[in-house]
């Protein structure tokens, strides 16, 4: 079997690929990488999510970690990924394993490694470890551990707390103060996820009534994937509603990813929370910078960075090409259409718990109720309408198949004149409606191709989406 190991690393079902012995194998890969790189003298937090047997699989990972002479550093309690990113900063790190799986379905579990940046991993470094396990599985390099308590004997494994070192971060990135001054009303899904014990205490502190859902542990994630998405956010939508609050908010199981409900109960899509908020970032904080978004996200927050004469990045899709933006181009704000974010001076990691709680300061700030917000931002600049299908496949050929029924567009597209194309990342095309486009790409993790489409043109969004259904179907 090959492990490939990529951005997010190597996810894979437990107990079928995702073993004992392949964990071993992995985690040795990295600290080869690690030592060809000189990478070993200040030490590697190792963390993990609460899915099913990820205690076992920690250990696992510091065992290997520790034969190889590396100190490992590892919080007792399942941990964010945004707060093993601050960690690696802080505590000026040589990286960091994750042991998660992030808002995959319960069966999953993975490991991610982030390096001495504290960003996702770039292609280098994952090519790097990916060549590193096939040696290690052809037996070229021997697998080397060390039981803990002689780790610990020898310097080389110590258990940490990054709660409080976490939470100044997030004060000198959000103005909790504020919030608390505010009075809101929030209801919280904390999807049985590891910002349990780290989103919930904040929430208690700043909010004037609350509720929190979901604070405990269950590796089944109540028996569904542990996404913020909007079927999984209807429960809190119909909670906020009935009960007349302010705001639902929500993330993922590695909580790197948010979710939002207004005060009527309404999903609000990662697309406009970024733009919601960069808005707020220079208006309501002064605050200065370009902001950054992947290729599949919407152009609406460039519309809000334009009125504040400032510029967009755009990149391929996947936050390690965002993350590095924060660290060196002095971004305010940089975000991705599934639900990740981070901003200026903060982490080069998705945190989905800043994200939330920088939903809560711009209600606060602008004293009104969320839904009004969005209505403010609709008439000031005005309305974009965007969607993303996800088109399953069964094998690499439908793959093919369907992805080049979208690669051979040429001359006109649902009505519409092809006004420009590019694979930057997939295949995009801009049209002749205002600020139309169309992007298909396939899916680096998933059986999927994902067609993303956006418009300010209502007619043309749904002539885009009918098309669309039409090719996959035709």
């Keep these: 079997m090959k492990i490939k190991f990529g951005t997010s690393g190597w996810r894979g079902i437990i107990a079928d690929d995702f073993t004992f012995e392949n964990v071993r194998c992995v985690a040795q890969a990295i600290a080869e990488h690690l030592k060809e790189r000189g990478e070993t003298d200040q030490g590697v937090i190792v963390a993990r999510d609460p899915r099913f047997m990820t205690e076992r699989f920690v250990t696992i990972v510091s065992e290997v970690l520790a034969g190889n002479g590396i100190k490992v550093y590892m919080p007792e309690a399942p941990t964010p990924t945004p707060v093993i990113s601050w960690a690696i900063l802080n505590r000026r790190l040589d990286g960091g394993v994750n042991i998660t ?5 319960p069966e999953y579990c993975g490991v991610k490694f982030n390096p001495s940046s504290a960003g996702p991993a770039l292609p280098d470094v994952t090519s790097s470890i990916e060549k590193k396990i096939e040696q290690v599985m052809d037996g070229k390099i021997k697998v080397k551990t060390m039981p803990l308590k002689n780790a610990a004997n020898e310097g080389l494994f110590e258990i940490i707390d990054p709660h409080e ?16 001054q505010a009075g809101l009303t929030v209801v919280v899904d904390l999807m049985y996820s590891a910002s349990i014990g780290y989103l919930d205490p904040m929430i208690k502190e700043i909010a004037a009534e609350y509720e929190i859902l979901h604070d405990y542990r269950d590796p089944y994630f109540g028996g569904g ?45 990662p ?5 919601l908020l960069a808005d707020h970032l220079y208006r309501n904080k002064g605050l200065k910078g370009p902001v950054a978004r992947s290729i599949a996200t919407s152009h609406a927050v460039d519309k809000v960075a334009r009125e504040f004469g400032e510029d967009t990045i755009e990149t391929p899709v996947g ?10 181009n002095n971004v305010l704000i940089a975000g991705e259409e599934s639900g990740g974010l981070s901003v200026k001076d903060h982490t080069p990691e998705k945190d989905g718990i800043v994200a939330d709680l920088l939903v809560l300061e711009m209600i606060a700030y602008e004293g009104k109720n969320l839904s009004e917000i969005r209505e403010k931002f609709r008439e000031t600049y005005g309305e974009f309408f965007n969607t993303r299908i996800d088109l399953e496949v069964e094998s690499t050929t439908q793959k ?6 979208f690669r051979y567009i040429e001359g006109e597209f649902a009505g519409m004149n092809v006004t420009k194309r590019d694979e930057i990342d997939g295949v995009r095309y801009f049209l002749d409606a205002p600020n139309t486009w169309i992007l298909a790409r396939p899916s680096g993790t998933e059986p999927l ?15 885009l989406i009918n098309t669309v259904k039409r090719m996959i179907t035709g």
């Design 271 to 275: 697309n406009e929370v970024i733009a």
């Design 400 to 405: 093919d198949e369907l992805m080049n029924k």
């Design 165 to 180: 070192e976490y939470y100044e971060k997030v004060r000198e990135t959000v103005d909790l103060e504020r919030i608390k």
């Design 319 to 328: 936050f390690k090409f965002l993350g590095p933006l924060i660290m060196q």
């Design 225 to 269: 994937r542990p996404e913020p998405d909007e079927s999984r956010m209807r429960m809190i939508g119909e909670v906020v509603k009935d009960r007349k609050w302010k705001v639902g908010l929500a993330v993922d199981g590695d909580s790197d990813r948010f979710g939002i409900v207004d005060d009527k109960g309404n999903f609000v899509k």
């Design 449 to 463: 191709i994902r067609v993303y489409i956006e418009s300010t043109d209502q007619r043309a969004f749904r002539n």
């Design 101 to 105: 799986a992030s808002h995959n379905s």
